[in-house]
């Protein structure tokens, strides 16, 4: 009888943990939080799957006649404008202009028109019936196989299945919530506005539309996600799994939590690499490559070329200098944010025009310069402290030059 009554109890555990797994997996959780409970799962007998399922909150499902879409996917057409009240309406076929047979709208006159309105309400109304009007726009244009899912806090644009569009919606609200915990004094998102998440299918969409916002001519390198804050903030990530993404939905919406600060490129970078890290758990270097790069790092970095990584362009080279800038402002940041009150000092002060060399003189009494030369392991060099001036005139340089 025992050994029924023992099999029985197996049994029951062993269905108990199977059904928590794929609840954990079709989780919205970090990949690293979703592997831990896993472990509690199947170590700790019944409490383990107890624990995972009231940490887990319960996900969206599926309608269950399959040939319909679940609430929140849009099936209203493109709008050809918008209007509320009595006001004027809003012709948005006019101010919508093409580049690579997809839609870009005059976010300046879109913004034109909101405010001319007397209501703060109804200027925000206005501002986002825009944005979701150009979403239905582009989903049109990407193909019927895109679909716009819209949750409280997000829009997901993307050909996705719509269970995994929907865990992706969470995911990003998630993520907002935890980005301003963890970015504490800094991060900020619009009360009402909803984070924007549009999800390319392959390299060649992803680049046409990026190069929408890019000069025609010149090299760039390659990326896999991108925040774009011009007139309409929202970030664009290339379709892969889920827990493929989640790091570069956790980097780029740290951008776009930061980018009312217009922050140095170095320091915008260094915040979104790490909290990158601690929220997806991605892009830990292990031990055996940290002497590799190190050695790597001391024979990049010259007086030159960390003039380019005050100024940002470093961040842009097509050499291993974009992945030891990267590395770099991470490492800084690091370093600088252990304090973090005196950090988010720095940081709320921090200019772009001269990479945040007066804030630091001002919250940390420290020369920029003369620290990243501790950190390159060599003695102090003026050369090395950031010259904005050298910065315009290799901009002036670059403009003057035949194409």
């Given at each position: ?85 009595e006001g004027p309406a809003f012709a948005l076929l006019e101010h919508m202009g093409r580049y690579n047979s997809l839609p870009f709208l005059d976010w300046q006159k879109l913004n034109a028109w909101a405010t001319s309105m007397d209501d703060a309400d109804l200027q ?166 940290r002497e590799q790069l190190r050695r790597s790092h001391l024979r990049f970095w010259d007086e030159a070329r960390i003039q380019e990584f005050w100024s940002g362009a470093s961040f842009f080279r097509t050499d291993e200098g974009n992945q030891l800038s990267y590395e ?56 090395w402290t950031p010259d904005p001036q050298s910065w315009r005139d290799e901009e002036r340089v670059a403009e003057e030059s035949p194409a």
């Amino acid at each position: 009888m025992s050994e029924f009554l023992l099999c029985g109890v197996g049994a029951l555990l062993l269905v108990l943990n199977a059904h928590t797994t794929m609840r954990v997996l079709a989780s919205t959780e970090p990949v690293w939080r979703k592997g831990l409970i896993l472990w509690l799962v199947w170590l700790i007998p019944f409490i383990g799957a107890w624990l995972a399922r009231i940490g887990i909150p319960k996900q969206a499902q599926a309608p269950s006649n399959p040939g319909a879409k679940p609430i929140g996917f849009s099936a209203d057409p493109a709008p050809e404008s918008i209007a509320l009240r009595e006001g004027p309406a809003f012709a948005l076929l006019e101010h919508m202009g093409r580049y690579n047979s997809l839609p870009f709208l005059d976010w300046q006159k879109l913004n034109a028109w909101a405010t001319s309105m007397d209501d703060a309400d109804l200027q925000r109304v206005a501002l986002e019936q825009g944005r979701r009007a150009w979403l239905l726009h582009l989903r049109d244009a990407l193909g019927p196989h895109f679909h716009l899912y819209e949750s409280d806090s997000a829009y997901v644009l993307s050909s996705l299945e719509d269970v995994v569009a929907m865990a992706t919606a969470g995911y990003v609200e998630s993520t907002r919530k935890r980005i301003q915990r963890v970015l504490a004094g800094l991060a900020h998102f619009p009360e009402h506005g909803k984070s924007i998440l549009v999800v390319m299918d392959d390299d060649d969409a992803y680049y046409d539309y990026v190069s929408g916002y890019y000069p025609d001519s010149g090299e760039f390198a390659f990326s896999g996600g991108m925040f774009i804050d011009a007139g309409c903030p929202h970030f664009l990530v290339k379709r892969a799994d889920l827990a493929a993404i989640e790091p570069v939905i956790a980097h780029e919406m740290t951008h776009s939590a930061l980018s009312h600060l217009k922050l140095p490129r170095w320091l915008d970078e260094g915040l979104a690499v790490n909290t990158e890290r601690k929220l997806a758990g991605a892009g830990v270097i292990p031990l055996g490559g940290r002497e590799q790069l190190r050695r790597s790092h001391l024979r990049f970095w010259d007086e030159a070329r960390i003039q380019e990584f005050w100024s940002g362009a470093s961040f842009f080279r097509t050499d291993e200098g974009n992945q030891l800038s990267y590395e770099l402002a991470r490492i800084l940041v690091e370093q600088m944010g252990q304090n973090w009150e005196l950090f988010t000092r720095f940081a709320s002060s921090a200019k772009r025009e001269d990479g945040g060399a007066e804030a630091a003189r001002e919250v940390y009494d420290m020369d920029l310069g003369a620290y990243a030369c501790i950190l390159m392991e060599r003695e102090p060099d003026a050369r090395w402290t950031p010259d904005p001036q050298s910065w315009r005139d290799e901009e002036r340089v670059a403009e003057e030059s035949p194409a």
